[in-house]
């Protein structure tokens, strides 16, 4: 198959899930291209371009570092592709990572992508779920409140202060739209600068005010699902706990969480089955959801990661069953001759 992953920027990539999945569709010796969010070309009477980049197919390599450094540099190809000409885009460009000069950025691979799919390719995650799900924390309200902690999405300080003392003076706070731990507070009843992280964060638009959940000293665990189901390979499944590092209570990799192992509890299977119908009927194929015990904290359907870190924990890497169940789509797609919609070709199993 002929398929294209969208990244944030070639050359600020890093060896992470992305590398991971690229990396194994070129080993199963499919015709892989990388673009960045910058890629696209867009004439009104011609179809749509990308501008992309090939690592030579002859290249023998399994190491996602290694596939990296060659894309990375001259010994790739670039070239410009016509987008009917592929089969399938994958979307995994995280909007939240954007730096300062490049908002422009932030919704092009989805408003794009939706262009794409228009044209007969075949998008993962369907735009069209990308688009309603963009921002992922507000789709997260969505889902049964059963499931997940109190919270409260507001720029209005009196509004988070009211709600910091209804929960007995402890509760997080973190932007809308953002990612990685970044801007993540605890505020208790010792935090003297509550105004002005309030202020901080409202500077970056809205804020969310969460309910502490104490069970997050022993860190949270990230579940990826694929399909709407937990993904698998011979029992074991995709589950990753994200260990905390000393006096700090956010879970995030990127802030110093180390990789554990972690079993599916019967909650988790609850919250699983409470979230997999909303993901399946959306079209979002895969999607990573962050735990706190009984408690759902977080969706992540732009861009979820986990699996470049499943090797610390003696876990295989789970991307031979992720491209595997894109190869089925595509040929469902075939089989089918254009009578299943992308939305459902998505979460086809």
């Known amino acids: 198959m002929k398929i294209c992953f969208v990244l944030n920027d070639i050359q600020s990539e890093t060896a992470g899930t992305s590398m991971f999945l690229i990396t194994k569709a070129h080993e199963r010796g499919h015709d892989v291209s990388v673009m960045g969010v910058g890629d696209f070309n867009f004439h009104h009477d011609k179809p749509i371009t990308v501008s992309a980049t090939q690592v030579p197919k002859s290249t023998k390599t399994k190491s996602p570092k290694k596939y990296l450094e060659i894309l990375q540099s001259s010994k790739a190809k670039k070239k410009k592709i016509s987008a009917k000409d592929l089969d399938v885009l994958f979307i995994r460009n995280n909007p939240t990572e954007e730096e300062s000069g490049r908002e422009w950025a932030e919704q092009a691979g989805v408003a794009f992508g939706r262009m794409i799919q228009q044209e007969g390719v075949l998008v993962l995650n369907d735009a069209y779920a990308l688009s309603h799900a963009f921002i992922d924390k507000l789709y997260f309200e969505e889902l049964p409140a059963d499931i997940k902690p109190d919270s409260l999405i507001t720029r209005s300080k009196e509004d988070i ?101 972690s079993e599916l509890t019967p909650a988790m299977e609850r919250i699983v089955s409470l979230t997999a119908p909303k993901l399946i009927r959306d079209g979002l194929f895969f999607v990573g959801l962050d735990v706190v015990k009984d408690k759902l904290i977080e ?37 089918y001759d254009g009578k299943l919609s992308n939305r459902v070709l998505a979460t086809m199993e």
């Open 161 to 261: 202060l009211k709600f910091w003392e209804e929960h007995d003076c402890k509760m997080v706070l973190k932007p809308l739209e953002g990612s990685g731990g970044e801007d993540v507070y605890l505020i208790d009843e010792n935090e003297k600068n509550i105004n002005q992280i309030i202020e901080h964060l409202s500077k970056s638009g809205y804020i969310i005010a969460q309910e502490f959940l104490p069970a997050v000293k022993d860190g949270d665990v990230r579940i990826l699902l694929m399909n709407g189901r937990v993904i698998d390979r011979d029992g074991k499944k995709a589950i990753i706990r994200r260990v905390s590092g000393e006096g700090e209570f956010r879970s995030n990799f990127r802030q110093g969480a180390t990789a554990d192992s």
């Open 299 to 335: 969706i992540n359907v732009l861009s979820p990661g986990g699996l470049d870190h499943m090797s610390e924990i003696g876990m295989p890497d789970f991307t031979d069953e992720i491209i595997e169940a894109i190869e089925r789509k595509l040929n469902y797609k075939h089989m």
